[in-house]
């Protein structure tokens, strides 16, 4: 099988000394194994995502010497096919609509039984408030929730997934107990974009035969809900390769808003690729 990895930014800001990493390594390993490089622009999120930021992208990607098939896969032309995906899980009765804000759920986890409020990878854990809806009663203002416990429930067992990165490395293992207590029922469908991030990003990784997917350790706990959805969609288990993140001087992850860390911002100050390979470690 031919190596493919991706990057998958969201043009929701400049890229930064972690991106610059992420898509490095992404695009190093590739090169190794003779394999492709790949990137996927994740726009689903239209009310942040900005052309200028995505075509800022393109060219920060392309002065580091990084090379991937054009035109890049873009997320918002792929819609209907996510809500194909949707369409799938709810067919097989593991959805149901929700109409919760996100008020709403703090105040329920923080009422005095239920104890303080969780966070999953997802963020707060979904108390459960909306389960056992009908989708028939689905509207505008709802979002779609997975039923987790259903959907751990459907698989005659649950799958593993194969993690390369010295982070995380090892063969995982997915916990029937920590999906449904420590992650919960998450979002499928957001009320605004009737996607979600989990779902797009398993139908493309599978669309565009990634073989391992390069990312963030920032996302190592999400990757339980992916495998789970790959597995509920039929969908390929890829690889795992989950890096370390980049720090700025006090230890704290660089973020969107750390413009000083953009790309752009050391190319402006004369900084050439092989000083950003250095300056992330490479
Ligand atoms: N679009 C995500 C981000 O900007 C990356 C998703 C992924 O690599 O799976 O952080």
């Known amino acids: 099988m031919i190596y493919r990895t991706r990057f998958a930014p969201s043009p929701t800001g400049p890229l930064h000394l972690g991106h610059a990493f992420s898509a490095l390594t992404a695009h190093d390993r590739a090169v190794a194994r003779g394999g492709r490089f790949?990137?996927?622009?994740?726009?689903?999120?239209?009310?942040?995502a900005r052309p200028e930021w995505e075509a800022q992208i393109y060219d920060d990607l392309a002065w580091l010497g990084l090379?991937?098939?054009?035109?890049?896969?873009?997320?918002?032309?792929?819609?209907?096919?996510?809500?194909?995906?949707?369409?799938?899980?709810?067919t097989m009765g593991l959805t149901y609509?929700?109409?919760?804000?996100?008020?709403?759920?703090?105040?329920?986890?923080?009422?005095?039984?239920?104890?303080a409020p969780v966070q999953g990878p997802d963020g707060l854990i979904y108390p459960g408030t909306c389960r056992g809806r009908p989708m028939a009663e689905a509207g505008p203002g709802d979002a779609i929730r997975l039923d987790?416990?259903?959907?751990?429930?459907v698989l005659p067992a649950l799958p593993a997934f194969t993690e390369t990165g010295a982070l995380h490395g090892g063969v995982h293992r997915l916990d029937p107990q920590a999906l449904i207590t420590g992650v919960g029922d998450v979002v499928l469908a957001?009320?605004?974009?009737?996607?979600?991030?989990?779902?797009?990003?398993?139908v493309d990784d599978a669309h565009q035969g990634i073989t391992e997917v390069v990312r963030g350790a920032d996302l190592f706990e999400a990757t339980q809900i992916?495998?789970?959805?790959?597995?509920?969609?039929a969908l390929p288990v890829p690889e795992y390769h989950h890096h370390r993140l980049i720090t700025d001087e006090t230890g704290k992850r660089l973020a969107k808003r750390d413009d000083a860390r953009a790309i752009a911002a050391y190319r402006a100050e004369g900084a050439s690729p092989a000083d950003i390979r250095a300056l992330v470690g490479l």
């Open 38 to 48: 790949l990137l996927r622009i994740e726009d689903i999120d239209t009310a942040r």
């Open 67 to 90: 090379d991937w098939p054009r035109p890049a896969l873009r997320q918002s032309q792929r819609l209907p096919v996510y809500a194909g995906a949707l369409d799938r899980l709810t």
């Open 97 to 115: 609509p929700c109409r919760c804000r996100r008020g709403d759920i703090r105040a329920t986890l923080s009422a005095p039984q239920a104890g």
């Open 148 to 153: 987790m416990a259903r959907a751990v429930a």
């Open 190 to 202: 957001r009320r605004d974009i009737g996607t979600s991030y989990h779902v797009a990003v398993v």
């Open 226 to 233: 992916h495998v789970l959805l790959q597995t509920l969609l």
